[in-house]
Every structure is written in C-alpha cells, then in structure tokens.
C-alpha cells in the first residue's frame, strides 16, 4: 500500500477565503470507486418512506440499500478528508461526518464544493502527469 499524501486546498468561493481542508492527492482506483459509489442515500426513496411510515418509527429511518451507499460514502469521506478549517466538517469517523453533511444549516455551495473537490484533484493530478509526460518525451527526442 503507497503512502497517503494529502494537501490543503483552499476554497476558491467568495465568502469562504478562510475554508481550507486537506485533501487525499493520489487516491486508488478502489478508493475512487468507493467515493463515486456512495452517497447520501436516495432521495424519496420508496423503501426509506415506507420505512418512516410505521408509527414511531425514526424520521431518519433509511432502507438497506441506502443505509449501505450512506456507510461506503461516510468511510471515503474519511479517507479523503483531512483537517478542516474554517468549516465544521467532522472527518474523524464516517457517522460524524455523514451527520456533518446532514446539518441543515451547512451552505449549498460549500456542500457542493466538498462534493466536487476529490474528483477535482484527481482531474488536476492526471493533468499534470499528462503534461509532465510530454515534457518529459519531448526532451528525450
């Protein structure tokens, strides 16, 4: 297994100068995969619905099948975040950060932008080793 490297990356929205969270640089194929696999679970997913339609049950009450996309993204939410700051992004476990995401009052744009980021890197890196490999064979002619 290859050392995780991980780097601060300042939010580049207006508003938000102070943001900063450090992000998992060169993610795995299963770390990805795992990261555009989860999510938040379905909303107005029929079987969540039914689920909350029992009297007393739990508002939050989720099926198996979002249930289990909500752990998968919760685990890569920890595995791609480190140290937030200047946001109250809870990474130390999957639950407390999935509950994170939950909050009502969490910003749309810096949900979307946290969202967005690791497939960001990722573009960002593979860009740069494109462009470092014709450098790199350009050299070499």
Not at 21 to 40: F, K, P, T, Y
Not at 75 to 86: D, K
């Amino acid at each position: 297994m290859f050392k995780a490297i991980y780097k601060a990356e300042a939010c580049p929205l207006e508003g938000y100068e102070d943001v900063t969270i450090e992000v998992l640089q060169n993610a795995s194929n299963a770390d990805m995969n795992r990261w555009l696999e989860g999510n938040l679970g379905t909303p107005g997913c029929d079987a969540c619905q039914a689920l909350r339609a029992d009297a007393g049950a739990d508002p939050k009450a989720r099926c198996a099948t979002c249930a289990a996309a909500r752990a998968t993204f919760g685990a890569a939410l920890v595995r791609f975040f480190r140290t937030p700051v200047g946001v109250p992004l809870a990474v130390s476990t999957p639950a407390a950060a999935l509950a994170t995401l939950d909050d009502e009052d969490l910003p749309t744009d810096l949900l979307t932008w946290l969202l967005l980021l690791p497939n960001a890197v990722r573009t960002r890196r593979l860009d740069e080793l494109q462009k470092n490999l014709r450098s790199s064979s350009m050299s070499q002619d």
